[in-house]
């Protein structure tokens, strides 16, 4: 299969190993450029470790571990040796029973070791601070510099033209996609061009005219003299990598010597403009000078956890430059805002030929196949994301923290507040606790309402689920459902489709019927062209040519805007910011709003999943009768000027209702309750909407949309679902990505989870095998290694007959 003319800058690990894929699958037009002399051309991959830990809370990252794994295996350039990390503290060693469970979920093979069992599988270590570890027999060390030359030879093999010492110099982009990349012996001409520069990144994506939130820190790498327990050692490497997170510390062998990593030196960010020359470099570009001083704590501490290494020393080291992201996370796919540049950026060697692997699919196939890769699309982040501060700070913050025990809920500390509706202020004066989404400040709970407490019972979960949580969020659940709550609904991505074009092009974009008359609101998906999941959206039509769509993020509107007519028959505009919204959600919603507008908000008079233009006091609003909480109510949308004052008009009134604020962990539950299904959480690319339970959210019969041939031949062989769990324990309220058993099977893995305060029962979602999509049947949640008894349950659990939401 002939395909386009490609350019792929840098031949590094990524570099290489995507020439391999592309052509493997047939694309003969092949470029690829470095600036340095192959196979070791001076970036990360010239000086990498190599140590590969397959371990990851991300499934897909864990599943581009495995496939890294067994590629370089295959290609003679893979030691499995094993890897074991090491607790020396409790709150480590329940953190190796965390990972286990991740592990366990996305099927690797991992043993969690007693203290004697972790001395006897690493004899370097000494049992006096060892409380336990865990074991992974695949992981081990990659031969970084072996896989850049043995993957450039396949890729040789089929035709790939392979260019070292060419310095890129420009990206020339004419009409808003590139034409080809000038180097410094000249031009090539390009339909696609996939930067994996790696640390030169940002500077190559700058030439396309593209921002790439990436950052270049410098990292700590010693090796010691010989050390006296592995003299006459004849193999490289023969006991498992070791990591030590408690100390920021990772060891592998090389024969009688040792590699220490660190990372808890400060953070040593460098610019990608001012990493040196191939040239100008010392040794490599990537390579900087060691500095002693920060290493000495790190040195101090390995000869306390291996005594086999006190009578060694550190001989020589350096301080090798990696790419880190402000959400630790990989930056792939095509690049916003110039067609046909694509990147593949911000992938360490662990993760190599995987991320090669997902880039060259997408780009053969229109779609990856192998990886859902809704966290690594470079066009996931919001424009302030974008910015070199919050690159710098975020990235920086990242190293840090790179070993650290990070809580689901923990939000971060810095760069805050960033963005904050028009009720900030008011939520403050409630004592609202804030987590972070998008750079959006969103309460948690708000210690005004612990006054909720009084007679009330709310479980407290167990101490792990306990943390970033209070009672109060409990309270502000039961209150949701006896009365009536506002809900800051601000942050949820408000999208405005607008043209002559704009019902035709929705229309064709989703799953759902929205070409209907103005007032109509559906809820539907958007769908790859494989008919997995992409994004689900609210569609609310205002008037003939203006639709609002309700969406989860970037990617949704990265979505709508590539595939937008370029006729000027359709614009999409992104007004988050200019508006924010309210949820008046509850029993008493009615009660509350309907006094204080003279449009028609009776059941009959305003149907659910309908929209209409109101006043709310002195205030303009789009009302949208829909409840993402499982009650009745209302979105209540308008400017962020009118905001404080459409809050305080709704507060007043609501007072002799019982009116409170609700916050996240609360809107959590009640959704759970509902079975209201979380993009990114519950479903993702993997996943079509008969196994996620949104069949009823397709029409097929409406006429062809993206996605539908595929997924007509998906509805036939479903194999999994999305199923709904409950467990009676409070103490067993898990977090998500626990493993679910059936007997001694591993046969899926938790979403979403939380306490259902209405139902007075924990709920989880989890992926599980069809045929165990059966009310009652039992089965068991894996949790800091032990077994928590769950029970298939029919969904939803609370009001199954709707109508609560439709009174």
Known sequence: MAGPRVVVIGAGVVGAALADELSLRGWDEITVVDQGSLPSPGGSSSHAPGLVFQTNPSKAMTQMARYTVEKLLGLGCFLQVGGLEVATTPARLAELRRRHGWATSW???????????????HSLLGPARVLG????PTDGIAKAVGAVEAQLRLARGRGVRVLERHEVVGVDVRDGRVTSVLTDQGEIPADVVVCCAGIWGPKVAAMAGVTLPLTPLAHQLAWTGPVPALAGQAEE????????????LYYRERYDRLA????????MPVRPGDIASVGEAEVMPSVLPFTPGDFTAAWEETRSLLPAAKDAKVEEGFNGLFSFTSDNMPLLGPAPGVEGFWVAEAVWVTHSAGAARAVA??????????FALHECDVNRFEAHQLAPEHVLARGSRNFAEVYDIIHPRQPPEDLRPLRVSPFHVRQRELGAVFGEAAGWERPQWHEANARLLDGRHVPVPGEWAARHWSPIAGAEAQASREAVALYDMTPLKRLEVAGPGAAAYLDRMTTGDVARPPGAVTYCLLLGDDGGIRGDVTVARLGPELFQVGANGNLDLDRLERHRPRDGSVTVRDVTAGTCCVGVWGPLARDLVAPLTEADFSAEGFRYFRAKRAYVGAVPVTALRLSYIGELGWELYTTADMGLKLWDTLWEAGREHGVVAGGRIAFDSLRLEKGYRSFGTDMTPEHDPYEAG????????????????????????????????TVDDPAGVVMGKEPVYDGEARVGYVTSAAYGYTIGRAIAYAWLPAELWVPGRAVDIGYFGERVPAVVAAEPLFDPEMKRLRA
Do not use: N
């Open 107 to 121: 099927g690797v093979e991992a043993r969690l070791l007693t203290a004697g069992e972790t001395v006897e599988t």
């Open 133 to 136: 570890g865990l074991y992974v």
């Open 237 to 248: 490497a023969v006991r498992p990598i070791l990591r030590h997170q408690d100390a920021d």
């Open 260 to 267: 220490v990593g660190y990372y808890g030196h400060r953070p």
């Open 361 to 370: 699919e997408w780009l053969v196939d229109g779609h990856c196949s192998s």
């Open 694 to 725: 949104l069949g009823f959210a397709v029409k097929p019969g409406k006429g062809d949309f993206a996605g539908r041939r595929a997924l007509l031949e998906r509805r036939e062989s479903v194999r999994r679902r999305l199923t709904c769990l």
